[in-house]
């Protein structure tokens, strides 16, 4: 068996050649741990770890460090996600340090939603806020690496002990400049990422051939690809994401499948809320399947966006269950 | 050059009650070519508050004044002695120039008729763009001349984040994305490669994160300094 540099349970399931399977949990706006211990226990043994997500749309939640810490407790493995918008590089290094102190082994570098995306609908988030970006994505990447490989923090200072992270950046390959997304990834591999996590994907054929050039720069022989997939909930969901989501775009067929759920439904709401969701987990099961089958993809990151329980009836229609579980864990 | 916008005429009403004397002093630089705070904007200033002055009966005299530059001692050395004959110096010139003006005036606030806004260029008439962030440590031979650390929402140095959508930033359709111009103009130069390369954590000091900077020409400050001594 390969060395693992973290040990963590997702890095396991790679190492192993199985699919791996992330979730994704969305702390709340709340002091108050139920919702994360909920869906902790919604998500568990249905994914091999789930992200858990840092603000997410800049709006203050329950930290993911301890959001992390919470879903680890309840049995559910954390990929703690950090954004470089919040924290300079002495408070992700101190947060690293605090995670890895408290048992958590996955850590997803993001740049982070701008501040500005926090004042939407009802909410008024925190615009006015100062952001930091002191390091982007490939820097932070960089930094964990350096932790964990040298026990050096970024600055030089050597640390007693290194924290073991496996570490994970995400990937929109379908954004603009569409050309140049391939370099970008390789230089987060090229940084250090043990794993990469992709925007949700439904154009599958211009994934695949964005994944071909990454794998002609020799992006997977250092990396394992978790495809993204966000499991559409209505027509009108993908309608959005394709016009309003960067680095989404949906084609028209599944759109207009969904279209065609809808109306199955005539006049009754309750009903094509549930065939659009009926309609939202086969086609995120075919999704999945496709993806699975591109060179150089080892899993997916199937997120279902405060639809935790979706998790269950797509992952095992996908022949991903059970998910695999290691004697000596 | 350095960019401002007026401040809202109600702030700045707000800001001169209670004074008797007040100078609307601009400068004929930078912000005179963004039509916030030359001579002219200084007088139109002067002109609407001694307009609002006499509508709410308040008793105060507004004049108006403008030099050359107010970042240099020598253009307004020659009239110092009358700008520090009023209450109040509302001045209409960058925040370089309030601060520069309030350490040589003596006992006289210098208060700011405008909001600096960045160092920017002119596209074309009435546009004005920010260009530059000052950052003491200039990255653009690597960026194929487009600045990351001024253009860029997030700042960032090894490429575009998720948000970018049809060549425009995710903060907004009227932002362009500086990633998005780096890789077509890298592309138009031949130098695409270039950015292949991993640009290591900056060191910041050398922007405000250090601190107040100073830069001192030893060469140029000691021949002024035996001037003097002559």
Known sequence: MTTMKSGSNLERVIASGQPAVTGELGPPMSADPAEVVHKAHVLKGFCDAANITDCQTAIVRISSVAAAVIA?????????????????????????????????????????????FGKAGKLNGHPGAKNVYDVDTTQLVGILKKMRDEGLQQGG?????????????????????????PVNLKKKVDAGADFIQTQGIYDVELFRSQMKKAADLGCFERTAMLAGIIVPKSAMMLKYMDSSVSGITVPPALIARMAKAKEAAGDDKKKMKELQEAEGIKIAIELIKQVLDIPGVKGVHVMAIEWESALEPIVKGAGLYPRPTFADA | MIVGTQKPFPEIWEMVQGFKRVLVFGCNTCVAICHAGGGKEAEILATMLRMKAAEEGVAIEVKDLAV???????????????????????????????????????????????????????????????????????VLHLTGGICPIARCSKSLMNGPCGGTDKGKCEVSKDIDCA??????????????????????????????????????LEHIAEEEAAEVKK
């Open chain 2, 68 to 138: 050359q530059r107010h970042c240099e001692p020598e253009y307004f050395d020659q009239v110092i002695e009358e700008v520090r004959g009023y209450d109040l110096v509302l001045s209409a010139a960058c925040g370089v120039g309030v601060n520069f003006l309030t350490q040589r005036i003596g006992n006289v606030p210098v208060y700011p008729a405008i909001n600096t806004s960045f160092y920017g260029a002119v596209p074309k008439a009435g546009v004005f763009v920010e260009l530059c962030a000052g950052c003491g440590n200039c």
């Open chain 1, 157 to 181: 200072d050597k640390l007693q002990v290194a924290p073991k992270f496996h570490i994970g950046a995400s990937w929109t390959p379908l954004g603009d400049p569409l050309d140049f997304r």
């Open chain 2, 179 to 216: 990633w998005y111009l780096i890789v077509e103009r890298m592309k138009e130069l031949g130098t695409l490669a270039k950015l292949s390369e991993i640009q290591p954590p900056r060191n910041w000091a050398t922007a405000r994160d250090g601190g107040p900077k100073r830069i001192v």
């Open chain 1, 72 to 116: 680890q407790r309840e049995g559910l493995e954390p990929v703690m996600q950090m954004t470089c918008r919040d924290r300079n590089r002495i408070a992700m290094q101190a947060d690293l340090l605090g995670a890895a102190a408290l048992g958590v082994k996955n850590c997803l570098c993001i740049a982070g939603d701008h501040q500005s």
